[in-house]
């Protein structure tokens, strides 16, 4: 019997996988369609944050860690798994575990994963990628990370508690961008890592501190006249009575006309420069003023510092955070922290010694916070109930309540597990708790004829009451109503 001549010879060679397009695999099996998606996604979000990157307006630190790391590894991800996916596929029709489908079957397959894909893609990820770039440009995200709770903490109770991070921490234009782009997937590894420095220095200490050019003064005028303002300190006593004491300063701030504190700092016609022996600048030992106007050049050494020491430190040109270097993350010591606890009203003055009570147990060391959760409380109520025993069956309710305003003032400045205790980060502003103005201004940093920086007290401020029982000038003034009705009775 002989073979039509119209019917072509079949080769044994043949199989059903030869002459078929890539589409028809890719689409044959559901690992190839997932890179597909995820191929979808990456260029989607992309076309989101690229614009915004490529200006260089973004202002958020994580912002490029999310554009330039995790989505291209999903689009990476997406490209090795549509050959994977289609590999697995042929292989399957070539052991005849699967069906070949027709071409049109194919391209049904692919528009529709492809156009699901897209509507999900520009519906949800346009939503998605705006609020968590927005969310991580909150003080919520970054007090998110473990090692970051400290500042978290502090800037929730500071003046700029409603500033976002990436305001101060970021610079202007690319090179700011850049910056922090780099610093921010730096901290992001050695926290993976677990590497990162305990405590964590501050920026200052690190010189990674963004310039207040574009951080401070994007709010605040450094050409603004100034005013004098009234400064009350309340300081209460570790006698029985926790007697109040009160100093009230007239503080000189000043500006470009009134002279004062920003005056003699921020004038525009001088350059001050100093060298500071250790990263967080307590230690200033060299200082130079300019004045660009006169041409004046005024040099000053630190007494027992010679050339030799301070030749090769850095030279440093002052600014706003030399001086306000805690203006968002503030810390205290664990006086200060009982006085403005009284002083506040969140502790009572009327619990014998509570003062004098409260500052042995701040001081004591403790494993966590939750150790000093429970043993603060604990501990004050058995004081009172062994010394005071009176007060302790008639105030239980108002010991234990101040129990745990002790616990949350010592968390609130204490984290054993980051090695951040009571002074680990000073304060420059003032000079009682920290040397602050008398790194400069403590009289013994003279020129080479022997004339010191000005520690002239009445420069900066005018003290109308030093630890006064209820000054005069507080009445007269009408303030101390004020003050009162603050301080629990």
């Known amino acids: 019997m002989t073979m039509s001549q119209n019917t072509p010879p079949t080769s044994p060679s043949s199989s059903p996988t030869e002459r078929r397009p890539f589409l028809v695999f890719l689409t044959s099996h559901w690992i190839s369609q997932v890179g597909v998606v995820l191929i979808l996604t990456a260029l989607c979000t992309w076309a989101f944050l690229l614009p915004l990157q490529m200006s260089g307006s973004a202002d958020n630190p994580y912002l490029g860690l999310l ?17 994977l996916g289609a590999w697995i596929a042929r292989r399957r029709v070539q052991r005849q575990l699967a069906t070949v489908v027709d071409k049109k079957t194919a391209w049904t397959r692919f528009a529709l994963t492809f156009g699901a894909a897209t509507v999900v893609n520009l519906t949800v990820g346009s939503q998605v990628t705006y609020r968590a770039v927005h969310h991580m440009e909150t003080p919520q995200f970054c007090g998110s990370c473990h090692v970051m709770t400290p500042e978290a903490r502090s800037h929730a109770d500071s003046p700029h508690s409603q500033v976002t991070c990436a305001e101060c921490h970021v610079g202007d234009g690319a090179s700011g961008w850049v910056a922090s782009k780099i610093n921010g997937s730096r901290q992001f590894f050695e926290n993976l890592s677990d590497s990162f420095h305990r405590p964590i220095p501050s920026a200052l200490a ?44 007239t503080m000189h701030v000043g500006g470009d006309v009134l002279g004062g504190i920003h005056g003699r700092h921020l004038n525009p016609d001088l350059d001050i420069r100093f060298a500071s022996t250790d990263p967080a600048r307590q230690d200033i030992v060299w200082v130079e003023s300019h004045n660009s106007r006169t041409g004046e050049t005024k040099t000053w050494t630190k007494s027992g510092t010679t050339p030799d020491q301070y030749k090769d430190l850095k030279k440093i040109s002052m600014q706003c955070v030399d001086c306000h270097n805690r203006p968002a993350h503030p810390f205290q010591l664990p006086g200060r922290a009982l006085d403005s606890a009284f002083a506040s009203g969140k502790l009572p003055t009327t619990l014998p010694s509570l003062k004098k009570i409260a500052l042995g147990l701040l001081k ?66 003032g000079h009682t708790d920290f040397p602050g103005c008398f790194r400069c201004h403590g009289g013994d940093h003279t020129t080479t004829e022997g004339k010191p920086i000005s520690n002239n007290c009445y420069v900066c401020h005018f003290s109308a009451a030093v630890d006064e029982t209820a000054p005069e000038v507080l009445q007269t003034l009408g303030i101390e109503k004020v003050l009162e009705k603050a301080r629990k009775k």
């Open 67 to 83: 554009a330039f790391l995790f989505v291209p590894l999903v689009l990476f991800a997406g490209l090795a798994l549509v050959p």
């Open 206 to 249: 690190t010189d990674r501190l963004v310039p207040a050019k574009q951080t401070c003064e994007e709010c605040h005028r450094r050409s603004k006249p100034g005013d004098v303002r009234v400064r009350v300190i309340d300081s209460f006593g570790e006698d029985e009575a926790n007697s109040l004491s009160q100093t009230v300063l």
């Open 364 to 429: 004591t060391d403790y494993t966590s916070h939750e150790d000093a959760s429970t043993r603060i409380p604990a501990a004050l109520l058995e004081t009172y109930r062994r010394d005071h025993p009176d007060v302790f069956a008639a105030r239980q309710p108002e010991i234990t309540a101040a129990g745990q305003v002790l616990a949350d003032l010592h968390n609130r400045n204490v984290f054993p597990d980051l090695k951040v205790t009571w002074g680990t980060y000073p304060d420059n502003i």
